[in-house]
Nanobody, 123 residues
Framework: QVQLVESGGGLVQAGGSLRLSCAAS????????MGWFRQAPGKERDFVARIWWSGGSTRYTDSVKGRFTISRDTAKNTVYLQMNSLKPEDTAVYYC????????????????WGQGTQVTVSS
């Protein structure tokens, strides 16, 4: 049974930082891409970043480039999203997800999802 468990969300002031974690279990993810998505109230669930479990290739949505960094620790089966220079528009529920489609950047292509963690950035 695949489980993705996010943690690390919270309330932070604009300009601050948070690090989200996603603990993955239940299968071998070596052939998977791991992604972070976010969903603000009344909006779609949007792609933020993804990383290949093997090789570590990354991709980011334009609005977070230079501020967010996705990484993984294969020994701990954990994916991270380091978020710096946070802005109020980054406020959303952040979800971790997994897919075998390595180039995927849409939520429809991701097979497994975590429960989400709330990130709130105050101005």
């Amino acid at each position: 049974q695949v489980q993705l468990v996010e943690s690390g969300g919270g309330l932070v002031q604009a300009g601050g930082s948070l690090r989200l974690s996603c603990a993955a279990s239940g299968r071998t993810f070596s052939s998977y891409a791991m992604g972070w998505f976010r969903q603000a109230p009344g909006k779609e669930r949007d792609f933020v970043a993804r990383i290949w479990w093997s090789g570590g290739s990354t991709r980011y949505t334009d609005s977070v480039k230079g501020r967010f960094t996705i990484s993984r620790d294969t020994a701990k089966n954990t994916v991270y999203l380091q978020m710096n220079s946070l802005k109020p528009e980054d406020t959303a529920v952040y979800y971790c997800a997994a897919t075998r489609r390595l180039m995927a950047t849409t939520r429809y292509d991701y097979e497994y999802w975590g429960q989400g963690t709330q990130v709130t950035v105050s101005s």
